[in-house]
């Protein structure tokens, strides 16, 4: 038997938990402030899900396996495909827009290394039946407003157009893939034998100064010389989203030609979040516009979406020290003397009864190992029920952050314990 966690995998102790609940609960009070509804789907799906558009990002990376029923079902890698195989059997009856958010893990068999694992969270937003403007804008707005609203400031957001590129490269979808694919990557060689199998050894030059092209509105107008012959339609709809998102208080958008995306279903923009604190794994967020409504049978609606990494934002908010809401236990209730153990049981009945979270002592341990215990837990209070204090109506509380202590009767210490402090 083996007692090691599977390769890529993570355990989360108390402390890092309370970190991620705590990000995870910022992310879900942003997108109900923008009028996000939860949906929940299926950890495992049928294969062909994900197998029928994901491209080779995707399909190389899936966890895959036959069921008893010797039925092909896969381990999501991600949310998008399973929301809109979601829309097309039930959602697509709401009134639209749909605008949906899930979070949970996701599985990808990839070589695991600092915030690049095999299981790992992701918080996933789509809208879809909303023009592609106005979905858009309110996609890229929630993405910002869950980055303030979790605190992380050091990111550069970069937005691009995959169209455009698709557009220029008007190939069969399995070619156009595999060049997509390439260009992702960065991995030039693996591009230049691609382009040179079909025949297209000329585009290389101007596809590699194309995903070179990051800054303001310039880059687009060089954007569309070097895809000569592809017009400006993309580049015209990436301005006009800009003006949008100056009325949701978007200022600073960086134009990123290179955003290309390793996931296939991408057709219109497409955006990502970097932290550079993170190292090589430095992409917080990805997402963009896509068309798999069609691709899965369905008529052809606008949808667009996008995915943070929790394991990666949190570990960005780690980096720039943001102090986060994280949940500590009210009172240590600490019995002063074996006598006291019944007063001090009855004590932490009525503090957990009125909402107050509390604990006590299970290990039979004397009053100074007792503090050490709520010191290390991080406890907000030490609750001292002694002989003399209970004789007057009241308990002796110790601040365990100041090291104050005062005597208070139970409904004051009740009072002070439900004024938590803001992290
Ligand atoms: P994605 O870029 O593949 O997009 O993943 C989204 C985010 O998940 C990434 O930006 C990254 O933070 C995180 N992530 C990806 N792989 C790993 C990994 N191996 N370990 C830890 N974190 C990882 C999607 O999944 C699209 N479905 C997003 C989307 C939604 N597009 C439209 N709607």
Redesign the pocket.
């Known amino acids: 038997m083996s007692v090691e966690r599977p390769r890529g995998t993570n355990d989360y102790g108390p402390e890092e938990m309370a970190r991620r609940r705590a990000v995870e609960a910022i992310l879900r009070e942003a997108a109900h402030r923008f009028g996000f509804r939860e949906v929940s789907t299926p950890t495992i799906e049928h294969l062909d899900l994900f197998t029928t558009k994901s491209g080779p990002g995707i399909v190389e990376e899936l966890y895959s396996f036959k069921d008893k029923g010797g039925r092909d079902l896969a381990l999501r890698?991600?949310?998008?495909a399973s929301i809109v195989r979601f829309y097309l059997a039930e959602l697509r009856n709401l009134p639209k827009p749909i605008k949906v958010y899930s979070v949970g893990n996701?599985f990808?068999y990839?070589e695991p290394q600092k915030?690049?694992?095999?299981e790992?969270t992701?918080f996933?937003?789509?809208v879809i039946g909303a023009p592609a403007l106005q979905g858009d804008a309110e996609v890229v707005a929630l993405a910002i407003e869950c980055l303030r609203s979790v605190g992380v400031r050091d990111v550069h957001v970069r937005i691009g157009h995959i169209g455009m590129l698709r557009a220029f490269l008007k190939l069969p979808p399995e070619d156009q893939g595999k060049v997509v694919h390439w260009l992702d990557k960065r991995n030039f060689p693996a591009l230049k034998a691609e382009l040179a199998r079909l025949g297209l050894a000329s585009l290389e030059t101007p596809l590699r100064q194309y995903i070179e092209l990051k800054g303001g509105t310039e880059v687009l107008d060089k954007g569309a010389k070097l895809l000569s012959g592809v017009g400006t339609e993309g580049f015209e709809y990436l301005k006009a989203l800009a003006a949008r998102l100056k009325l949701y208080g978007v200022e600073h958008l960086t134009y990123d030609l290179g955003v290309v995306?390793?996931?296939d279903y991408?057709t219109g923009m497409v955006f990502?979040?970097d932290s550079p604190n993170l190292g090589a794994?430095k992409?917080?967020?990805?997402?963009?516009a896509?068309s798999l409504a069609e691709v899965f049978g369905g008529d052809p609606v606008p949808q667009?979406?996008?995915?943070?990494?929790l394991?990666?934002?949190v570990l960005a908010a780690e980096a720039e020290g943001v102090k986060l809401p994280v949940p500590r236990l009210d009172c240590y209730v600490v019995p002063i003397g074996e006598p006291m153990q019944t007063k001090a049981l009855e004590i932490l009945q009525t503090l957990r009864r009125a909402g107050v979270s509390a604990d006590i002592d299970l290990l039979g341990r004397g009053p100074s190992k007792n503090l050490d215990y709520a010191n290390a837990i991080r406890a907000r209070l030490a609750v001292l029920v002694g002989d003399a204090e209970l004789k007057k109506g009241r308990v002796a509380v110790k601040d365990l952050d100041s090291g104050k202590q005062e005597e208070l009767a139970l409904e004051a210490l009740i009072a002070r314990a439900v004024q938590r402090p803001k992290a």
């Open positions: 890698p991600e949310f998008t996701v990808r990839e915030g690049r694992y095999r790992f992701q996933n937003a789509e995306r390793g996931l991408y990502e979040v794994e992409q917080v967020m990805g997402g963009g896509y667009t979406g996008f995915a943070f990494g394991d990666r934002i």
